[in-house]
C-alpha cells in the first residue's frame, strides 16, 4: 500500500474504513514500515550556497554586567504577572531606556543575544531604533536570515551594512546602485533609502523622488512626501509646490502643511492675505478688541491650497475654513497687521462674536507647524491659569519651548492643578526630569496619597515617574514607601495600595541607577566619571 492510501486511511479513522491489515494496530505498523522506506530512499537535496561571513563590529563589547543584566531585560514579558504589579520593577518598560544609554556609550550587543533582541524588536516597535543601533551590522546581516526580522531592513543602518541606507551613504559613487535600488527595489527598500539619502543629501533625495513621482501609487506618494519634513527648507518649494496639484486629496494636505512650515512660500503668502482679510482690529471699540469675518466660500484658489471645502461633522464651514487658513498663514505677519502688538498682546485681545476658540486653534496649529517658540509660549499663557485656556493641545505647544522652560512650566503647572490633567504634559519634558519638575510630581502624588484618593487614577503617572525621575531621589522617597493612616472618607485598603506603588518606584530608580553603574567599564575607578566613585556618576543626568 502506497503512503497515500495510509494517510487517508487514518485521517478517515477505522470506524469509517476498514484500515489495511484489518486492524489498527496493522496499519500503524504499515505507517511505520513506509516511513522508514521513504527516508531511506530519498535523494539530499543540492548544497544551498554558504552565507556571507558576518560583518566585523568594531565597537567595544558590553562589560559583563551590563550583559547580563541585559538577557534579564530581554527574559521578561510584559503583563507576564497579570493583575496586581506588586513592588517589583518592570524590566520591560526600562529596556528602552537601558539601549538608549548603551548606545550613547557606543557599546555593540553580544553575538549570543541578538535573535532576543531582534524578536522584542519585532514585538515591540519603540525597541526597534535601538535595538538595530545595538546590534548594528551583524544584526542586519542575521536579519536577512529570518523572514521574521525583515522590518531590521527598513531601518537606519551604517556603511558595510548591505543595508539600503548604505548605498544611500556612498557605496556606489557613480550613483547606478542608487537608482537601480530605487526603480527596482520594494517598498520598504526604497523608503529606507530615501530617508538615508535626505539626511545625507536633502537636493538629491528630492530628485530622486521627482524623477518617478508621476508613477507612483498615492499612497506611496503620501509616504515619500512626509519623508521631506526632515531637513525642509525653501529649495522643497518648488516640488512642493507641483504636488499642490496631485489627484490625492491627502496628498495634497500634506504637501500644502509642508509648504505652510515655510513661512517665505508662496502658499504661506497667499494664506496670508487670505487670513488677513478675515481678522482685524475693531476701529469702533477703545479698548481693542479682533474682529473675524471668516470665508463665506472655498473657492477654487482655496482649494488648490489644500483648503478642505467638506468639514467635519458637527462643525461649521465657515469655521472650518477659517482655521485652515489661519493655520497655514506665517504668525511673524500678525504683530505687523495688527498694529505692532507682541504676540502675548494679540492673544490678550478680546473677540467678538465668539470666534476665539476658532482663532486660538488656528494660531496654536501654526504655532506647532512652524515651531514658533514665540507664539507657543503666549498662547500657553500662566501654567497657573485654567486648564482649559491653553487653546488646542497644550502638550503640543508645549514641545515646542526648549527643555528647561519646557520643565519649569510642567512643574509650576502640576503645582497648581495637580496631577489629573498632567499626564500628556510629562511626555514631552526631557529624561531624566530636572529636580524642580520631579519634586512637583513626587510632592502632588504624595498629596494625593494623604488624601486617601483612588491611586489606580495616578498609575500612569506613577509608571512615568518610575521612567523618568532622576534615579538620584531614590533615597530621599523612601520614606514614603511606609503604609500611610488612612483618613477616615478615603477608599480602602488606598494605603496599601499607595505604600506599594511607592516601593516600586524607589526599587526602580535604585535598579536605574545600577543599570547606569554596570555601564560604565570603569565603575571601581570611576575613571571615566572624573574619579567619581559609581554610586555618585549613577546620580548624574543620563538617558535612563
Given at each position: 500500500?502506497?503512503?497515500?492510501d495510509?494517510?487517508g486511511?487514518?485521517?478517515?479513522g477505522?470506524e469509517?474504513?476498514t484500515?489495511p491489515?484489518?486492524?489498527?494496530a496493522a496499519l500503524l505498523?504499515a505507517?511505520?514500515v513506509?516511513?522508514v522506506?521513504?527516508?531511506?530512499g530519498?535523494?539530499p537535496?543540492?548544497?544551498?550556497?554558504?552565507p556571507?561571513p558576518?560583518?566585523?563590529?568594531?565597537?567595544p563589547?558590553?562589560p559583563?554586567?551590563?550583559a547580563r543584566?541585559?538577557?534579564?531585560?530581554?527574559?521578561d514579558r510584559?503583563?507576564?504577572g497579570?493583575?496586581?504589579?506588586?513592588?517589583?520593577?518592570?524590566?520591560?518598560?526600562?529596556?528602552?531606556q537601558w539601549?538608549a544609554a548603551?548606545?550613547a556609550?557606543g557599546?555593540?550587543a553580544?553575538?549570543e543575544?541578538l535573535p532576543?533582541l531582534?524578536?522584542a524588536?519585532r514585538?515591540?516597535?519603540?525597541?526597534r531604533?535601538g535595538?538595530l543601533?545595538l546590534?548594528?551590522?551583524?544584526a542586519?546581516?542575521?536579519a536577512?536570515?529570518?523572514p521574521?526580522w525583515?522590518f531590521a531592513?527598513?531601518?537606519?543602518?551604517?556603511?558595510?551594512?548591505?543595508?539600503p541606507?548604505?548605498?544611500?551613504?556612498?557605496?556606489s559613487?557613480?550613483?547606478a546602485?542608487?537608482r537601480?535600488?530605487?526603480?527596482?527595489?520594494l517598498f520598504a527598500?526604497r523608503?529606507?533609502?530615501?530617508?538615508?539619502?535626505?539626511?545625507?543629501d536633502p537636493a538629491?533625495?528630492r530628485?530622486?523622488?521627482?524623477s518617478t513621482w508621476r508613477?507612483?501609487?498615492?499612497e506611496?506618494r503620501l509616504m515619500?512626501?512626509?519623508s521631506?519634513r526632515?531637513?525642509l527648507?525653501?529649495?522643497d518649494?518648488a516640488f512642493l509646490e507641483?504636488?499642490?496639484t496631485?489627484?490625492?486629496r491627502?496628498v495634497?494636505?500634506t504637501?500644502?502643511?509642508?509648504l505652510?512650515?515655510?513661512?517665505?512660500?508662496?502658499?504661506a503668502a497667499?494664506?496670508?492675505?487670505?487670513?488677513?482679510a478675515?481678522?482685524?482690529?475693531?476701529?469702533?471699540?477703545r479698548?481693542?478688541?479682533l474682529?473675524v469675518e471668516?470665508?463665506?466660500?472655498?473657492d477654487a484658489g482655496?482649494?488648490?491650497?489644500?483648503?478642505?471645502?467638506?468639514?467635519?461633522?458637527?462643525?461649521?464651514?465657515?469655521?472650518?475654513?477659517?482655521?485652515?487658513v489661519?493655520?497655514a498663514?506665517p504668525l511673524d505677519?500678525?504683530?505687523?497687521?495688527?498694529?505692532?502688538r507682541?504676540?502675548e498682546?494679540?492673544?490678550?485681545?478680546?473677540?467678538?462674536?465668539?470666534w476665539?476658540?476658532?482663532?486660538?486653534?488656528?494660531?496654536?496649529?501654526?504655532a506647532v507647524?512652524q515651531?514658533n517658540?514665540?507664539w507657543?509660549?503666549?498662547?500657553?499663557g500662566?501654567?497657573?491659569a485654567s486648564v482649559?485656556?491653553?487653546?488646542?493641545d497644550p502638550?503640543k505647544?508645549l514641545?515646542?519651548?526648549?527643555?528647561?522652560?519646557r520643565?519649569?512650566?510642567?512643574?509650576?503647572f502640576?503645582?497648581?492643578?495637580?496631577?489629573?490633567?498632567?499626564f500628556?504634559?510629562?511626555?514631552?519634558?526631557?529624561?531624566?526630569?530636572p529636580?524642580?519638575?520631579?519634586r512637583?510630581?513626587?510632592?502632588?502624588l504624595e498629596?494625593?496619597?494623604?488624601?486617601?484618593?483612588?491611586?489606580?487614577?495616578?498609575?500612569?503617572v506613577?509608571?512615568?515617574?518610575?521612567?523618568?525621575l532622576?534615579?538620584a531621589q531614590a533615597?530621599r522617597?523612601?520614606p514614603l514607601?511606609a503604609?500611610?493612616?488612612?483618613?477616615?472618607?478615603?477608599s480602602?485598603?488606598?494605603?496599601?495600595y499607595w505604600?506599594e506603588?511607592?516601593q516600586?518606584?524607589?526599587a526602580?530608580?535604585?535598579l536605574?541607577a545600577?543599570?547606569l553603574?554596570?555601564?560604565?567599564?570603569?565603575?571601581?575607578?570611576?575613571a571615566?566619571?572624573g574619579?567619581?566613585?559609581?554610586?555618585?556618576?549613577a546620580?548624574?543626568?543620563?538617558?535612563m
Open positions: 500500500m502506497n503512503w497515500g495510509l494517510v486511511a487514518a485521517l478517515l477505522a469509517r474504513r484500515p491489515g484489518g486492524s489498527v505498523d505507517a511505520a513506509e516511513t522506506r521513504r527516508r531511506a530519498l535523494r537535496a543540492a548544497a544551498a550556497p554558504r556571507e558576518a560583518p566585523e563590529d568594531p565597537r563589547p558590553l559583563a554586567a551590563a543584566r541585559l538577557a534579564l531585560l530581554l527574559a510584559p503583563g507576564a497579570g493583575g496586581r504589579r506588586g513592588t517589583a520593577p518592570d524590566l520591560a518598560e526600562l529596556l528602552p539601549l548603551a548606545n556609550r557599546y555593540r553580544p553575538a543575544q532576543a531582534l524578536d524588536a514585538a515591540r516597535t519603540d525597541l531604533a535595538v543601533a546590534g548594528g551590522p551583524r542586519l546581516w542575521l536577512r536570515l529570518n521574521d525583515r531592513l527598513r531601518g537606519r543602518s551604517g556603511p558595510g551594512s548591505g543595508a541606507a548604505d548605498v544611500a551613504a556612498g557605496a559613487p557613480d550613483g546602485a542608487v537601480r535600488l530605487w526603480e527596482e527595489g527598500e523608503s529606507a533609502l530615501l530617508v538615508s539619502l535626505r539626511r545625507r538629491a533625495a530628485e530622486l523622488l521627482a508613477t507612483e501609487r498615492a506611496d515619500f512626501l512626509d521631506l526632515e531637513g527648507s525653501p529649495d518649494e507641483q504636488a499642490l496631485d489627484r490625492s491627502t495634497r494636505a504637501a500644502a502643511e509642508l505652510s512650515a515655510l513661512p517665505g512660500s508662496a502658499l497667499r494664506m496670508a492675505v487670505r487670513a488677513r478675515c481678522v482685524a482690529l475693531d476701529r469702533t471699540s479698548s481693542g478688541r474682529v471668516a470665508p463665506y466660500e472655498c482655496m482649494q488648490r491650497d489644500a483648503v478642505a471645502p467638506k468639514p467635519p461633522s458637527g462643525r461649521g464651514e465657515r469655521s472650518w475654513w477659517l482655521t485652515q489661519v493655520e498663514a505677519g500678525w504683530p505687523g497687521h495688527l498694529g505692532g507682541t504676540p498682546q494679540i492673544v490678550a485681545l478680546p473677540v467678538a462674536d465668539d476665539r476658540p476658532d482663532l486660538h486653534a488656528a494660531w496654536a496649529q501654526a507647524r515651531r517658540a514665540v507657543a509660549r503666549a498662547l500657553l500662566k501654567p497657573s482649559t485656556a491653553a487653546p488646542g502638550a505647544l514641545a515646542v519651548l526648549p527643555p528647561e522652560e520643565a519649569g512650566w510642567a512643574a509650576e502640576i503645582a497648581a492643578h495637580g496631577l489629573s490633567e498632567a500628556r504634559v510629562l511626555g514631552v519634558c526631557t529624561v531624566p526630569w529636580e524642580p519638575l520631579g512637583a510630581v513626587v510632592d502632588a498629596i494625593a496619597r494623604d488624601a486617601g484618593s483612588y491611586p489606580w487614577s495616578f498609575s500612569g506613577m509608571g512615568l515617574a518610575e521612567r523618568c532622576d534615579p533615597d522617597l523612601a514607601a503604609v500611610p493612616d488612612e483618613p477616615e472618607d478615603g480602602p485598603g488606598a494605603g496599601g505604600a506603588a511607592f516600586r518606584l524607589v526602580t530608580l535604585r536605574r545600577a543599570m553603574a554596570e555601564l560604565d567599564p570603569e565603575r571601581d575607578g570611576g571615566r566619571n574619579g567619581a566613585p559609581a554610586s555618585q556618576a546620580t548624574e543626568p543620563e538617558p
